[in-house]
């Protein structure tokens, strides 16, 4: 290339428009053929496309010129050999083909987005939805801050902490740890974070609070808390021993009659020996039907925990090593949706079986004209006793425990040691 002769044929500020069409072509990969045109062209810019064609000026106030014949004219010249295109690359610099660019860059969001495509994902009906929101929302792109390499990693994460769940009363630092490397990874304010949270929501498949309630909460529905103290379970009349700090707290309250609050790290680090096998050990959703035994039993009361409306870790935690123990649990719960749904995992645990939480318990209840409407939730199935769910359904009438508070207790009653 004879770059000085270039610059004289094609290098004149006259000429720049047409550097710049011919570049603009290039970059949308498109092919340096036809003709391109300036309106309101003066005298100096169709002299200068005279001088670089060999032709006289033209009249007129626009000007068109055929880029096949200035790609003809550098090669003959010697100034070009390898034509016009390599000429803008010599006088305006590399030229990067942005059509073919932007094609690389959506495979490589897609490719990102195809990470969440793994059967920890896709083999759980509850994700579908969430899913396609990533996609559609550019929730991955936000979090990734347009970088699909990032979002690519934080997609791979995500799915490698959604394959642990749910997890059997691990704590989120821990999960963390164990599944990436990183305490911290899944830290409210990280980009993972956020995205395994929103997953986290979806899988819960119920109404949830927002804040931070909601955020204890749904990471409770997949088995994780947030931290060992934050996550309790309130329960009445469970022995304890002298064994452990734990079995001492227990004892002391079952003496007293008085309801106790134990949370996780209790129950991991000092494991109870609570020696219930083959005992009933009801379980309830709300606080006040505990505190009504406590009233009324008081240290007679049978072994009696509560979930307190939403099934946290330390309950899971509980149940699991009851169940393990040998005990029967025997579960009720508020007739509504939400109440369905936390019934779901007590009820499958081994031994675990309905406490006048059934299809016939609820009609008759509905008959005694307890209850009130019943328009929120979204149905779920109750495998426990099939004929629940379309009895709700059917009524949408919603009865708290707190309605049958008298039946609960005289159960309590005849259990008592």
């Keep these: ?8 044929l094609l290098g004149a500020h006259e000429l720049a428009w047409l550097l710049d069409r011919a570049r603009r072509r290039l970059e949308a990969g498109r092919p340096l053929d036809g003709t391109v045109s300036l309106t309101e062209a003066d005298d100096a810019a169709r002299a200068a496309v005279a001088r670089l064609l060999g032709r006289p000026p033209r009249p007129g106030r626009s000007l068109s010129v055929s880029l096949a014949a200035v790609d003809r004219t550098l090669r003959a010249s010697g100034a070009s050999p390898d034509g016009l295109a390599a000429a803008v690359v010599a006088l305006t610099g590399p030229v990067t083909d942005k059509r073919a660019q932007d094609a690389a860059l959506a495979t490589a969001w897609q490719r990102a987005l195809s990470e969440l495509e793994h059967p920890a994902v896709t083999e759980r009906p509850e994700l579908a939805s969430w899913q396609a929101k990533v996609a559609a929302t550019g929730l991955l792109r936000r979090l990734a801050g347009g970088d699909p390499a990032t979002a690519h990693r934080l997609a791979v994460d995500a799915v490698r902490v959604l394959a642990r769940l749910p997890a059997d009363g691990l704590t989120l630092p821990v999960l963390a740890a ?4 990183d ?15 929103s997953a986290v929501r979806a899988l819960a498949a119920t109404e949830l609070p927002s804040g931070a309630e909601g955020r204890r909460a749904a990471w409770a529905a997949a088995g994780v808390a947030l931290d060992e103290l934050s996550s309790r379970v309130l329960v009445l009349g469970l022995p304890g021993s002298t064994s452990s700090t734990t079995g001492r707290i227990l004892a002391a309250a079952h003496e007293g009659g008085e309801p106790c609050l134990l949370t996780l790290r209790q129950l991991t680090r000092q494991r109870p020996a609570l020696g219930l096998a083959e ?3 009801h379980v309830c959703e709300n606080p006040a039907v505990l505190a009504a035994a406590a009233d009324e039993l008081g240290s007679d009361c049978p072994p009696l925990v509560c979930v307190e409306g939403q099934l946290s870790v330390a309950a899971r935690t509980l149940l699991g090593h009851l169940a393990d123990q040998g005990c029967r649990l025997a579960y009720h719960g508020d007739f509504d949706w939400g109440g369905i749904r936390i019934a779901s995992g007590v009820l499958r645990l081994p031994g675990a079986l309905p406490w006048r939480y059934d299809s016939a318990s609820y009609r008759t209840a509905v008959e005694r004209g307890l209850g009130t409407p019943l328009s929120t939730g979204i149905p779920t199935p109750t495998p426990w006793d099939p004929g629940l769910a379309p009895a709700i359904t059917e009524h949408a009438v919603r009865i708290e425990e707190e309605h049958l508070l008298d039946q609960l207790l005289t159960d309590l009653r005849r259990h008592t040691a």
């Design 1 to 8: 290339m004879d770059l000085p002769r270039l610059q004289r």
């Design 178 to 181: 164990r599944t990436l490397g």
């Design 183 to 197: 305490a911290h990874a899944l830290d409210q304010g990280r980009p993972l974070g956020a995205l395994v949270h």
């Design 279 to 281: 005992r009933t050990v």
